[in-house]
């Protein structure tokens, strides 16, 4: 059973970066799509980037304008995402989720920015951005 835990998150400064990563364990991850959402208070969940299973190519929502890098390493089995230029809208919980490359071969797509496509979910790890 594949479980995905969050960490990095954390109060900064706007201008200011961090990584988050969310690291996978009961299997591998190289064999997921792996998808970062996020959050804020009295908002829906946004998807914002994910990065698929085959190639690691990457997709990123248009509203995050080039600030996140997703990425994986496969040797610790960890996805990150790198946050620059944080801003205080940027303030939220911050999730990574999993779906297995047999369900997005399904659906004919090798990652997703919707939520409603993964099934693994970790428990989110916060970011606030304030001065």
């Known amino acids: 059973q594949l479980q995905l835990v969050e960490s990095g998150g954390g109060l900064v400064q706007p201008g200011g970066s961090l990584r988050l990563s969310c690291a996978a364990s009961g299997d591998t991850v190289s064999y997921y799509g792996i998808g970062w959402f996020r959050q804020a208070p009295g908002k829906e969940r946004e998807g914002i980037s994910c990065?698929?299973?085959?190639?690691?190519?990457?997709v990123y929502a248009d509203s995050i304008e080039g600030r996140f890098t997703i990425s994986r390493d496969s040797a610790k089995n960890t996805v990150y995402l790198q946050i620059n230029g944080l801003r205080p809208e940027d303030t939220a919980v911050y999730y990574c989720?999993?779906?297995?490359?047999?369900?997005?071969?399904?659906?004919?797509?090798?990652?997703?920015?919707?939520?409603?496509?993964?099934?693994?979910w970790g428990q989110g790890t916060r970011v606030t951005v304030s001065s």
């Open positions: 990065i698929n299973y085959k190639d690691d190519s990457a």
């Open positions: 989720a999993a779906g297995h490359r047999s369900r997005f071969e399904l659906l004919f797509r090798q990652c997703s920015l919707r939520d409603n496509e993964y099934d693994w």
